[in-house]
């Protein structure tokens, strides 16, 4: 199936995967629900865990790749970071 060499791509990959547990645990308690109040209240918890696994995903990414990248490198690679979470808060 899959050989992984690199803990860090399992600790991404297995943030991920929980993520989108937690999005489809979301959208079967809506379905259950069948509320439009109780949809954006779980929407809402949503919102919340998104950024935070983000977040979490960049910063495992960023350190497996602390000791093969170059400085200069790694400051773009921050830089973009940056940007993004700037974009996300705007």
Known sequence: MFFLKDKFVLGMAALRIISGIIELTAAFLMLKFNRVEAALKINAVLVAIGPLILMSVMALGLLGLA???????????????????????K
Do not use: E, L, Q
């Open 67 to 89: 000791g093969r990248v170059s400085f200069n490198k790694f400051f773009i690679i921050m830089t973009g970071v940056a940007i993004i979470f700037y974009g996300i808060n």
